[in-house]
């Protein structure tokens, strides 16, 4: 037993000499290629923390609604208070490379679909990555099921057009993208071009009538009133509903206090593992946005597309010369431009819809910043698992396959309507003062709500079979 | 492959979760739960492990006694005696 875990170690140091090996190598190649490398390291940062904390937004709000458990609640809360502290430091110095997205309804309607598929999923888009660096079948299922979702609406047209009210349609026109995108034709071009696009992008610190980059309004607005205050409205709202009765029979049986002051901090701190991850994950987030913005400012760039034009690998760019490069922790638009580079290289058009073409591009995933992140995330998890001996492959059951592909299905939809995911949309969105950010995790709750409704009765349903010959 | 209910003993039963992700595992130990009487036990057998984090956390605010825990190159087993 002891010779597989040392072997199981050997591999962790494996797998960090490969991505070292990655970052030296092509730094000596050349020294553009460290914007790839910073990706690189994030993710890997990202991928350890996520599974020391079993850190996965899906189960925040079902293992609330489903089994009662607040650790994951408090887990994010505490990421996005550290995320939101960094970011506004970042931001009032003026290395921020976050831009909020238009705010409106579509927020939350798209997280309440992008809710109800990370529950059937059985994990969110970041944890399914995770999980997939844990050795789960069904995790990289799921993700194969959110990229494949996501380039299929990206570029869906023909009788989905039909669905598309006209005052979209006129809207995208209206517009006038170069005419290789053709903006009114396909369903996703027109519900961003012809609606998404006409919302305003609301801030706290633009609602207090402040600057988002200066220091009262990051500070103030998008960090004080945009997190600090919701984030504790939240943990107060999960402990009296959740942890009080709980904390009060544990006063009477152990002698503790029976304050609710100290049953808030039991609840804070009853999962270690999390809240370190939590803390460590803010303020990585942060700090990521500080240093591929310094790097921009190091090479003369806005934008990795000029980047890789300079190394010769400019397949895939956008019409505008860019390809997707947040310039912070994001999951979901990777996943859907490496099946849109291969579905482009096996001769279907992706250049003519907005996503790919105007916006994203679809580079070689082997030079694709934010591949590189997700891939070190994988990564990142894995030397983690496999450290502390939790690594172990597992293929998926046919129910969990099933289970798997409809989660990444309802993913992929909500990620696109949302403009990204659990991270994208959610977590990054509200740690910068995004007002959008919120609706979309409103959204997530209610998702989440019903797809433990559903799960529930779905167990109930089986186990009612499985028991039936059994005396209880 | 799936979930796996037995009876070992008297007030002893078994939950099998092998293969199974979240939230399965964690559901059906609650749901187990519910269903055994106060003072019986219940092991389960799990190999997904953040749902060892939300068992433990489960068991902790319902006040379910986790007697025993094993974990041995990613595979679970807890005892839990449910509360009285």
Same mark, same amino acid.
């Given at each position: 037993?002891?010779?597989?875990?040392?072997?199981?170690?050997?591999?962790?140091?494996?797998?960090?000499?490969?991505? +070292?090996?990655?970052?030296?190598?092509?730094?000596?190649?050349?020294?553009?290629?460290?914007?790839?490398? #910073?990706?690189?390291?994030?993710?890997?940062?990202?991928?350890?923390?996520?599974?020391?904390?079993?850190?996965?937004?899906?189960?925040?709000?079902?293992?609330?609604?489903?089994?009662? @458990?607040?650790?994951?609640?408090?887990?994010?809360?505490?990421?996005?208070?550290?995320?939101?502290?960094?970011?506004?430091?970042?931001?009032?110095?003026?290395?921020?490379?976050?831009?909020?997205?238009?705010?409106?309804?579509?927020? #939350?309607?798209?997280?309440?679909?992008?809710?109800?598929?990370?529950?059937?999923?059985?994990?969110?888009?970041?944890?399914?990555?995770?999980?997939?660096?844990?050795?789960?079948?069904?995790?990289?299922?799921?993700?194969?099921?959110?990229?494949?979702?996501?380039?299929?609406?990206?570029?869906?047209?023909?009788?989905?057009?039909?669905?598309?009210?006209?005052?979209?349609?006129?809207?995208?026109? +209206?517009?006038?993208?170069?005419?290789?995108?053709?903006?009114?034709?396909?369903?996703?071009?027109?519900?961003?071009?012809?609606?998404?696009?006409?919302?305003?992008?609301?801030?706290? +610190?633009?609602?207090?009538?402040?600057?988002?980059?200066?220091?009262?309004?990051?500070?103030?607005?998008?960090?004080?009133?945009?997190?600090?205050?919701?984030?504790?409205?939240?943990?107060?709202?999960?402990?009296?509903?959740?942890?009080?009765?709980?904390?009060?029979?544990? +006063?009477?049986?152990?002698?503790?206090?029976?304050?609710?002051?100290?049953?808030?901090?039991?609840?804070?701190?009853?999962?270690?593992?999390?809240?370190?991850?939590?803390?460590?994950?803010?303020?990585?987030?942060?700090?990521?946005?500080?240093?591929?913005?310094?790097?921009?400012?190091?090479?003369?760039?806005?934008?990795?597309?000029?980047?890789?034009?300079?190394?010769?690998?400019?397949?895939?760019?956008?019409?505008?010369?860019?390809?997707?490069?947040?310039?912070?922790?994001?999951?979901?638009?990777?996943?859907?431009?490496?099946?849109?580079?291969?579905?482009?290289?096996?001769?279907?058009?992706?250049?003519?819809?907005?996503?790919?073409?105007?916006?994203?591009?679809?580079?070689?995933?082997?030079?694709?910043?934010?591949?590189?992140?997700?891939?070190?995330?994988?990564?990142?998890?894995?030397?983690?698992?496999? @450290?502390?001996?939790?690594?172990?492959?597992?293929?998926?059951?046919?129910?969990?396959?099933?289970?798997?592909?409809?989660?990444?299905?309802?993913?992929?939809?909500?990620?696109?309507?949302?403009?990204?995911?659990?991270?994208?949309?959610?977590?990054?969105?509200?740690?910068?003062?995004?007002?959008?950010?919120?609706?979309?995790?409103?959204?997530?709750?209610?998702?989440?709500?019903?797809? @433990?409704?559903?799960?529930?009765?779905?167990?109930?349903?089986?186990?009612?079979?499985?028991?039936?010959?059994?005396?209880? | 492959?799936?979930?796996?209910?037995?009876?070992?003993?008297?007030?002893?039963? $078994?939950?099998?979760? $092998?293969?199974?992700?979240?939230?399965?595992?964690?559901?059906?130990?609650?749901?187990?739960?519910?269903?055994?009487?106060?003072?019986?036990?219940?092991?389960? $057998?799990?190999?997904?492990?953040?749902?060892?984090?939300?068992?433990?956390?489960?068991?902790?605010?319902?006040?379910?006694?986790?007697?025993?825990?094993?974990?041995?190159?990613?595979?679970?087993?807890?005892?839990?005696?449910?509360?009285?």
């Amino acid at each position: 037993m002891e010779d597989t875990a040392n072997k199981k170690k050997i591999w962790a140091l494996i797998i960090i000499g490969f991505f +070292a090996l990655v970052s030296a190598g092509t730094y000596a190649y050349n020294e553009l290629y460290i914007y790839l490398s #910073a990706y690189l390291w994030f993710g890997f940062i990202y991928g350890m923390c996520l599974q020391y904390g079993r850190f996965c937004f899906a189960s925040a709000f079902r293992d609330l609604f489903a089994v009662g @458990v607040p650790r994951m609640v408090v887990g994010i809360m505490i990421a996005s208070l550290f995320f939101a502290f960094v970011s506004s430091f970042v931001t009032a110095t003026g290395f921020s490379t976050f831009h909020p997205s238009p705010s409106g309804i579509h927020s #939350a309607i798209a997280g309440l679909i992008f809710g109800i598929g990370m529950v059937f999923a059985g994990g969110c888009a970041s944890g399914s990555l995770y999980k997939t660096g844990e050795g789960n079948g069904t995790a990289l299922l799921v993700i194969l099921s959110i990229s494949v979702t996501q380039s299929s609406f990206a570029a869906v047209g023909g009788w989905f057009n039909k669905l598309v009210p006209n005052s979209w349609h006129e809207s995208a026109l +209206a517009k006038k993208l170069p005419a290789v995108i053709n903006a009114g034709d396909g369903w996703l071009d027109q519900y961003l071009a012809g609606y998404v696009w006409n919302h305003p992008t609301v801030t706290f +610190a633009k609602m207090l009538g402040l600057k988002n980059d200066s220091i009262i309004g990051a500070f103030l607005g998008n960090f004080f009133v945009g997190v600090l205050i919701p984030a504790l409205l939240m943990l107060i709202i999960v402990y009296f509903i959740w942890v009080r009765k709980s904390h009060l029979r544990d +006063a009477a049986k152990q002698g503790i206090s029976e304050s609710h002051t100290v049953g808030f901090w039991r609840m804070v701190l009853s999962s270690k593992r999390t809240s370190i991850a939590g803390l460590f994950l803010g303020i990585a987030c942060g700090l990521q946005m500080f240093v591929i913005e310094g790097l921009r400012i190091k090479f003369g760039i806005r934008n990795a597309g000029e980047i890789l034009a300079k190394l010769g690998s400019d397949f895939g760019v956008s019409v505008r010369g860019t390809v997707f490069d947040p310039g912070y922790w994001y999951v979901t638009t990777q996943e859907a431009q490496w099946v849109g580079w291969i579905v482009q290289k096996l001769g279907i058009n992706n250049f003519d819809n907005i996503f790919f073409g105007y916006i994203n591009g679809i580079p070689n995933p082997a030079v694709n910043p934010a591949d590189w992140m997700s891939l070190a995330l994988i990564g990142g998890a894995a030397v983690m698992a496999l @450290v502390s001996n939790e690594f172990k492959f597992k293929k998926p059951t046919r129910e969990l396959a099933m289970w798997a592909i409809i989660g990444g299905f309802f993913m992929g939809i909500g990620s696109r309507l949302g403009l990204g995911c659990n991270v994208g949309a959610f977590f990054v969105r509200v740690s910068n003062g995004d007002v959008g950010g919120w609706l979309f995790g409103l959204g997530m709750i209610v998702g989440a709500f019903i797809g @433990v409704k559903f799960f529930n009765w779905w167990t109930e349903r089986k186990m009612a079979k499985e028991l039936a010959g059994l005396e209880l | 492959m799936a979930i796996k209910f037995d009876k070992k003993a008297e007030g002893v039963y $078994t939950l099998d979760c $092998t293969g199974y992700v979240c939230p399965h595992p964690q559901i059906y130990t609650k749901k187990m739960l519910e269903k055994i009487k106060a003072g019986e036990m219940l092991e389960v $057998t799990f190999d997904n492990p953040s749902s060892s984090e939300s068992i433990s956390a489960m068991c902790d605010s319902m006040g379910h006694e986790i007697i025993d825990k094993k974990a041995e190159g990613g595979k679970y087993l807890y005892k839990i005696k449910k509360a009285a």
